[in-house]
């Protein structure tokens, strides 16, 4: 069954809508107190009252985040390059990697605050260590399964391996590139929120826990929110950039 494109583009608002209506009656009709279970009434009103501090704590988080995810693009692409470009460095690398993303970074958190103290390095540190390992698999995964047939034909023609991994790998790895982003970005507003909580001053996560700690939920909910919204907005962001600078990766989905 065919949708139609207007059906298609405001689908995710429907849905949202439709969300938030039944939230906000199941609410209302069994009567859940505000700190157990606000509605997004209540939640919409702390942006009303408090709308300063969650816009305060909204940029903090942002900025140390987008820090964060700017080191794992750089590392990511780095040390993607180098597994996926060499079999020696992807049998030895690859399973160490592996071995440190099944880490719980919560875990890794206060060993942070003991090198580099409460505030923004762990908030830093954090978002980059818990993003940049899938841009790094995306882009060893793109280089790594470059067809052999394809590369045996390059050789012929004269190109080295160089120009192969340059001129046909990378840009073969486009699409796994920005799909990792999509993914990292909101990798990355989790751990720096997680670090905000365990050992921040300020930013969303630290009020987040100090508005559960004194049963504010409506407040912690609104924090909450002001995340997901950033998050989406970025991963929306990524999505735009990579449809107009990957679009022969998108034929089969350009006449729907």
Request: charged share 10%; hydrophobic share 55%; aromatic share 12%.
């Amino acid at each position: 069954m065919k949708v139609s494109k207007n059906v298609e583009r405001w689908s995710p608002v429907i849905v949202l809508v439709f969300a938030l209506l039944l939230w906000q009656v199941i609410v209302t009709v069994f009567n859940v107190a505000d700190f157990i279970f606000p509605s997004p009434w209540q939640i919409a009103l702390q942006f009303t009252e408090f709308g300063g501090p969650l816009l305060e704590a909204a940029w903090k988080t942002f900025w140390v985040t987008m820090v964060g995810f700017g080191l794992s693009i750089v590392v990511g692409v780095l040390l993607g390059f180098l597994i996926g470009s060499s079999r020696l460095a992807y049998t030895a690398l690859y399973p160490l990697m592996v071995a440190f993303n099944a880490v719980p970074k919560a875990a890794v958190v206060p060993i942070l605050v003991v090198w580099f103290g409460i505030g923004l390095g762990p908030g830093i540190l954090t978002a980059f260590l818990i993003s940049f390992f899938p841009i790094t698999v995306n882009i060893a995964t793109g280089l790594a399964t470059l067809e052999p047939e394809l590369e045996d034909v390059l050789r012929v023609l004269g190109a080295k391996r160089w120009d192969v991994l340059v001129k046909v790998g990378l840009p073969r790895s486009m699409p796994y590139f920005y799909g990792s982003l999509k993914i990292a970005i909101t990798l990355a507003f989790v751990g720096t929120v997680l670090a905000e909580m365990t050992a921040g001053d300020s930013g969303i996560g630290y009020l987040i826990s100090s508005a559960g700690s004194q049963q504010r939920t409506p407040l912690a909910f609104a924090g909450l929110v002001t995340i997901g919204a950033m998050a989406m907005a970025m991963y929306e962001l990524f999505s735009w950039v990579e449809k107009r600078t990957t679009g022969w990766a998108h034929r089969g989905t350009q006449g729907e």
